[in-house]
């Protein structure tokens, strides 16, 4: 029961601080809709990973070292918001100029079992066009566009590590103020905190790469994807402007 108590607190507060509209989020449910289990996982891993390294960080103390060398951070703030709004204009631009996620959806989700609407062919093609020819250069494009919207492993693990390093934020968040709650438990309670904090990193962003594959059929449709990335242009170009004057 004494164990209990911090580690319910950590698990809350942790969970306060990482359930919110951000950039690691907002790119992760892109991945849970579009890349594969393993990408996906790989990505999970990188944000769980990477927030348990942080927190454990925060309470050896090595916020003190960042509060003391601000400098880094400014830096890290710079380069941060270059990326978000490198991001947020590509983003808005597939809002105005959609491309092929739609149809990657759809057939991953006919891989998997999946029933999604289908596109409905002009009457009377099929009796039209030959047998053999018509269907090739359709299914080469359909194939071309979900190979264009499917990320590889590598970019998207390479993609989160920047959206959770080169976000000055995180460190706020997790070496200073997580750590500085952490130290106020007691020597006794602290790594209790401290374990529920960690517990609450993986399961959100478990829970959000892999439940977020449940919307498949919901982004197999165009304007899903139109909507979803007018709102992530619009998270950020917010988020890398906010950085970039410093609030």
């Not at 989020?25 to 594969?36: E, F, G, K, S």
């Not at 951070?73 to 990326?83: E, Q």
Request: glycine residues 10%; charged residues 10%; neutral net charge.
């Amino acid at each position: 029961m004494t164990a209990l108590l911090p580690l319910l607190s950590g698990l809350g507060t942790g969970l306060a601080l990482i359930v919110a509209i951000g950039v690691q989020n907002a790119y992760l449910l892109r991945l849970a809709v579009t890349a594969p289990v393993r990408v996906v996982a790989a990505a999970v891993a990188v944000c769980a990973v990477s927030d348990a390294v942080l927190i454990v960080a925060g309470v050896l103390g090595v916020g003190v070292v960042v509060e003391r060398f601000p400098v880094a951070l400014v830096v890290v703030r710079f380069v941060g918001a270059a990326f978000l709004v490198v991001y947020g204009v590509l983003a808005a631009r597939r809002a105005f100029l959609p491309t092929g996620e739609a149809m990657a959806v759809e057939q991953d989700a006919a891989d998997d079992g999946v029933v999604v609407p289908a596109t409905a062919a002009p009457a009377g093609r099929a009796e039209e066009e030959p047998p053999g020819r018509s269907s090739t250069p359709a299914v080469a494009t359909r194939t071309a566009s979900a190979a264009r919207a499917v990320p590889t492993l590598g970019a998207a693990v390479a993609t989160m590590l920047v959206f959770t390093w080169a976000n000055p934020h995180v460190y706020l968040d997790t070496l200073v103020f997580l750590g500085s709650v952490a130290n106020q438990q007691g020597v006794d309670d602290r790594w209790w905190w401290t374990v529920g904090a960690v517990a609450a990193s993986c399961l959100w962003f478990g829970a959000l790469g892999f439940g977020g594959r449940l919307l498949r059929p919901l982004f197999a449709k165009p304007l899903t994807w139109r909507v979803f990335d007018g709102l992530v242009a619009v998270v950020m170009l917010s988020f890398g402007v906010a950085l970039a004057v410093g609030a």
